[in-house]
């Protein structure tokens, strides 16, 4: 629209707009963060002291969904066993966009004990990009909340951005994954 | 009385007015649960920052289906609430708001959600849509048996039932249809899909039925929907049982009682198989309905 | 049998009786295994299935390397008489094949498959021992051999990251009362939520 | 001026030429049976809503005919779903065996029809309604299963040889065969018998409680293109009888008349028939509820909504009534779209079996609408013609506070939703099975045409009713019932008043606001129909994720225990009668031949002896 005297010109971009939109987005995000608990290994434990009573995650505006759908954070809990990271690569391509990765625990770090085993992977940032860790075998649930909180600070300072990295080096990603699993879509014979 | 664009507008206020109170209800009971349950509960408007949170996000679609159906039961629904009267005197359009106006607009927002729900190809959504469909089939028949009486007495048109009870010597129906009020109690507790009779949305079993495949702006609307339709049928059970309304203030005291009574007694139970529902539904609360309509219809006994 | 007869016993009895046992060990009143010769393996787990032991629980492999053997663990319940037997066999580790046990039991289709996945024992007679089952995408030497190396395996599957051998200690230089304020508005902003 | 006799002639004509057309070839002989139809029907349209038809007209010297409100409502109905169907022939026809004789039968049962409704004595709808019942017993077997003909023939014929004895009874004490002088001579105990004899005859055609066994047998296995004619059209004919007996014959006085206020004033009959008609309603919908087959499970649910229609007529107000006559336009126009939509899949796919389909949508979306749109008419939901006449009803029952027919009428209500949504989950949506995803296509043209003409007709009934209502309050003036009192938006009841319209126009409003809320939002990602939350499984067969068998277990395992007492109580029936058949047989034909010779002497003599007495 051409300007006139009375309607200064709007010289905000289009790219700003969508930046202002997105940060009243990340307000909504942080706020609201719905888990995903892939209960892999034994930091699952830790987490339904920080669901109940004793430190209550939904004063945080954190719950558990059903779905990956639904979810924003796929919480990985321990360790992941070659079988369980096909899962985990599909249940995250699933998730909706913006999602998060919160990893508890020293097996997705590093491999933790388990870093000599043929079917439990080391790092689990190759197949998949991570947003927090929370180191410690097991982290106890004051770290988990740390963890989560940290996650909200990096969505609020616009670095929590492994969805998009998992875009930009979607090859990368997946030489890995198909350097570990093969294929990382399997056929066999009971879904076939 | 004739039509204008005011009605309608009047209409979408009511749909929105109804979103958010129910959405900050919803909240204020998530509180309610969390101090109960002795933590600290959620801020009490979380389910906005939820809502918001879902539409801002990027979804995901299984094809024209799934969103028309979305479109379509939000749709339904807000046509819905739209006839909802707020008060005695406040609503959109007149005496038109027919009691099953809302029973059956009601229902092409289900429609619409189970077609989406079906449409995606998920397993579990179309079992949940089995069960919901079921637990309609259970909770809607002793409901209606109680409102044949209540539209007996006083008229289908729910401000007409409401002026009913607010006239001079008149109950209302909780205290006049005393076994009524316990149906539809009940039945309001099926309707909103609470504890015992949560059958269909049973997400460590079925993964929340329905909605098991949606996800950002779609679920956000489903949210939005199921605001609304909570809404449409706490309100409902003000109006027919509560009398009504004659200011908003008293509105939302019952409202708000009503609906917490309902979210306390859906925290203390566990989940009913879903044969286990309909042969609830069609034990006592049928008995206790035929016997009231019974004692209002031919004995005429209504205090 | 007589009444006086120990359930242990009474396995030891039919199982003696009917092969030649090699070794016998008792672990308690409700565990026995016998150790038999490979051909006689399908001879006895028959007459023990007829004598009640008819649930196969299990069926494994364990690698001696230095024997150049594969101990094959079959593994059978009885309701009524609480024992669990194992029968075990050992087999040559070179070219290990076991005729499949299938038509006795079978419930140990997938034991088999699973054995010949972790062991590449061959059960000829079981139509799709061959078949993946829990490893999938498997391109190496069984992983429950012992000769297979799990550690070269995972550095060779697994990328790893480098890790620089300098690291920083964050708070260096920090005072501790300024510590202790960051630690205090840590706990803040945890109680509260809010940052 | 249209005359009924000329449009009987022509349609024998047309028949006669169709065999010919047909034989030659069968898509020409199909075209040529849309024109006929299409002819009776302009023809129909164009002079009846006037009251013009020509009846005078003396060509055939027994024949007479006359034109009633009701007569032309219920005929135009069903000519224009005659008309509708007609539009599948070219498509369908070729594949029967006895092709020719298809547009035949179809042809001359239309005439059957119109024979029927036009009819000014009873001698003759008799005659024309056997005439329907033949001819449609021929075009049945042409379908699945033979045995469904009999089953429709035992049934239908017992209807009408009941009805034959009510009107030979009814002659007996009029002197004549005329309809509204044999009506209003009857009393007392004839008027009983009469009553009940055409309620046989109603509820056999009807395929309500207890004579609904033939109904699922019948649309089920009938050709494709004769389902929707069965089910939206002939079983209106039970209507039809219905009207003359519950409406015109009170053969009782009220039944429970509390002196100081307006409950039931029903007489015993009529109240008997609502039972019944309850009955049917609550035994169809949970028949439905379990089928496997589209076309039985649309076949449960017309038994239910004959049910509907029995309630109506048995209440006796002119607001039931009235809702009665909009059920039978209602409910015509959802079958026959509901048939005609899965006739249309059928002929994609080849099956009708609800569990052997699925993800119908993505091929053939507009068929999906058009059943859509009538399975919300069908579950009563506005803004769709069933609720007109389903609100109607409850006003009625309401009114009357009819505690136990309510909840037969509610549970109906809500069980058809059960219902009509598992064909649409499991036959249109879910998944896209691996063996429809090529071969599958949208169905032709002049398939398509006819379907949205009834999902606009659908459309219509349910937001603009006040044109029909105002015809069928001519029918209730006609029965000497006070007429519905509507203006052109709102129907005012008892309890409330509606305005259909206002409903659509919301509904239409909220789903704009739903729509732009939609589409300011974020670009949703498209996935495959495959790619759903499996909890981490990869699964790559579309059976494995597609839920369509047994999809009410939990809810039929409560009743599938009760669900054969009515079958096994005629299996047991046909059984007994073979037994009596062959009992008969032994005593005339045994190996003496003297036997026989011995009855037949027997016979004669007694016969001979009767005479002289």
Known sequence: MKSTKFTPERNISKAETDRKWWEIGDFFRRNSLWLLMYCTGCCAIELPPAMTSAYDMERLGMGPMATPRQADILLVSGYLSLKTLRRLIYTYEQMSEPRYVVALGSCPINGGIYHDSHAVINQLDQYVPVDVYVAGCMPNTEAVMNGFVDLMEQIKNKSANGWKKYHDNYEWYRQNQIQSLGEVDVHDEFHD | MSITILNFL???????????????????????????????????????????????????????????????????????????????????????DNFFIFVYLLAVGMLGMAMSASGSGNPWASIGVMRALTTMLAYEVPFMI???????????????????????????????????????????????????????????????????????????????????????????????????????????????????????????????????????FYKWPLILAIVQAFIAIYLGWVI | ??????????????????????????????????????????????????????????????????????????????????????????????????????????????????????????????????????????????????????????KRKFPQREYSETYIVQSEGKSKLAKMEARKQRAESLRGGKK | M?????????????????????????????????????????????????????????????????????????????????????????????????????????????AGVIGTFFADNFIQLFFAFEFIVWTSMLLIPMGKSKKAAVSYYGFSAAGSFAMLFGILVMRSVSGSFDIDLGLASLAGGQATLVFVMFLVAAFSKLGAFPFHIWLPEAHGNAPHPFSPVLSGALVKLGAFVAVFAILRIMPSTPLIDFANSNLPHIPLGQYAVVILGSLSIVFGTLMAIKEDDAKKLLAYSSMSHGGYILVAFGIMTSQAVAGGFYHILAHALASAGAFMAIAAVAKQTGTTKMSELGGMIHKMPITYIVYLVAIISMAGIPPMGGFISKWLIFQAVIDKGMIFVAIAVFFGSIGSFLYVFRPLAALFLGQELREYKVKVKEAPFLMLLPMLIITALNVYTGVIPSAILNFTNGMLVDLGLAPVSITMWDIVGTTGTLNPALIALVF????????????????????????????????????????????????????????TIMKEFYETLAVKVKEIGRFGKYLFMNKFIGTTILWIIAILLFLLVGEVL
């Open chain 3, 1 to 154: 049998m007589t009444n006086s007869m120990t359930n242990v016993e009474f396995v030891q009895n039919l199982v003696k009786s009917n092969v030649n046992v090699l070794q016998e060990h008792i672990t308690d009143q409700y565990q026995v295994h016998f150790v038999v010769e490979q051909d006689q393996v399908h001879y006895i787990l028959n007459i023990l299935k007829n004598a009640g032991w008819i649930q196969m629980s299990y069926l494994s492999a364990i690698d001696w390397p230095e024997e150049n053997k594969f101990e094959l663990v079959y593994i059978v319940f009885n309701w009524e008489k609480p024992v669990y037997v194992q029968i075990r066999t050992k087999i040559d580790r070179e070219n290990p094949v076991m005729n499949s046990i299938l038509p006795i039991y079978p419930g140990s289709k997938y034991y088999e498959r699973e054995c010949h996945e972790f062991f590449g024992v061959k059960f000829p007679g079981n139509p799709d021992y061959e078949k993946q089952l829990i490893l999938e995408n498997w391109d190496d030497i069984p992983p429950m051999r012992k000769d297979f190396d799990p550690e070269a395996y995972s």
């Open chain 2, 146 to 280: 109680i409102i044949l009486t209540i539209i007996k007495i006083a008229g289908s048109s729910l401000t007409g039932i409401q002026l009913y009870q607010q006239a001079a010597g008149n109950n209302w129906f909780l205290i006049a249809l005393p076994l009524g009020g316990i149906v539809g109690f009940i039945s309001l507790m099926g309707m909103l899909g609470k504890k015992p009779f949560e059958t269909y949305i049973a997400p460590a079993e079925i993964a929340s039925g329905p909605m098991v495949e949606y996800g950002g702006k779609q679920l956000g609307m489903l949210f939005i929907m199921h605001e609304i339709t909570v809404f449409i049928e706490v309100s409902l059970f003000v109006h027919l049982f509560l009398g009504g309304a004659t200011n908003i203030f008293i509105f939302i005291l019952k409202y708000f009682l009503v609906y917490t009574l309902a979210n306390l007694i859906s925290n203390v139970n566990g989940r009913f198989k879903i044969d286990q529902v309909v042969t609830f």
């Open chain 4, 508 to 563: 239409g409003f909220g789903v704009v606001i739903a729509f732009i809320i939609f589409i300011v939002l974020k670009k949703s990602k498209k996935v495959t129909l495959m790619e759903t939350y499996t909890a981490g499984n990869f699964v790559h067969d579309e059976q494995l994720l597609h839920y369509t068998k047994d999809f009410y277990a939990p809810l039929e395992r409560l009743y599938i225990k009760y669900t």
């Open chain 4, 2 to 110: 249209a005359n009924i006799e000329l449009l009987l002639l022509f349609l024998l004509a047309s028949g006669i030429v169709s065999y010919f057309l047909t034989k030659w070839k069968s898509f020409v002989g199909s075209v040529f049976t849309i024109f006929s139809t299409m002819f009776v029907f302009a023809s129909l349209a164009m002079y009846g809503f006037s009251g013009q038809l020509d009846t005078t007209v003396n060509v055939i010297p027994v024949l007479s005919f006359a034109q009633t409100n009701i007569g032309f409502y219920f005929a135009i109905i069903i000519v224009f779903v005659y008309l509708m169907v007609s539009f599948f022939h070219p498509y369908f026809v070729g594949e029967y065996k006895y092709k020719n004789s298809y547009n035949v039968m179809f042809l001359l049962s239309l």
């Open chain 2, 10 to 96: 009047i209409g979408l206020g009511i749909a929105f007015f109804g979103f958010v109170l129910q959405t900050s209800i919803a909240g204020l009971n998530r509180k309610i649960v969390g101090r109960l349950q002795k933590r600290v509960g959620p801020r009490w408007y979380q389910e906005f920052l939820d809502i918001f949170k879902l539409l801002s996000k990027r979804a995901t679609s299984h094809g024209w289906i799934f969103d028309f159906g979305v479109i379509m039961a939000l749709g339904g629904i807000i046509a819905t609430a739209m006839f909802m009267p707020l008060t005695s005197t406040f609503n959109a359009f007149g005496t038109y």
